[in-house]
Nanobody, 121 residues
Framework: QLVESGGGLVQAGASLRLSCTAS????????LGWFRQSPGKEREFVAT????????GYANSVKGRFTLSGDNAKNMVYLRMNSLKPEDTAIYYC????????????????WGQGTRVTVSS
């Protein structure tokens, strides 16, 4: 099970921190990724982190603004989002893969319910 939290309504330029907690069979994830989906758009990759070495990857659209970190002891990952823009408005999903997931959502077998982020201009 994956549970996201931390979404909300903020103004442009503000920051938010999303959290994702893995439990049950998802605790053994190899890669945990964040994706987002806006109305009328396909789900897009945001960031990914490897549980083993903490290596991260980011979409170009968030690189330099978003930072992904993990706490293996708590089976949690945190997505720190700075300098938020209205185009960051979306439902953000946490997803887990038992192997290298990368940016392909099809590589992730487990998904959370999502947390909504709304950025006003």
């Amino acid at each position: 099970q994956l549970v996201e939290s931390g979404g909300g309504l903020v103004q442009a330029g503000a920051s938010l921190r999303l959290s994702c907690t893995a439990s049950g069979r998802t605790e053994g994830y190899y890669t945990l990724g964040w994706f987002r989906q806006s109305p009328g758009k396909e789900r897009e990759f945001v960031a990914t982190i490897s549980k083993s070495d903490g290596s991260t990857g980011y979409a170009n659209s968030v690189k330099g603004r978003f930072t992904l970190s993990g706490d293996n002891a708590k089976n949690m990952v945190y997505l720190r989002m700075n300098s938020l823009k209205p185009e960051d408005t979306a439902i953000y999903y946490c997803a887990a893969s038992t192997y290298y997931g990368g940016s392909d959502p099809n590589a992730y077998a487990y998904w959370g319910q999502g947390t909504r982020v709304t950025v006003s201009s």
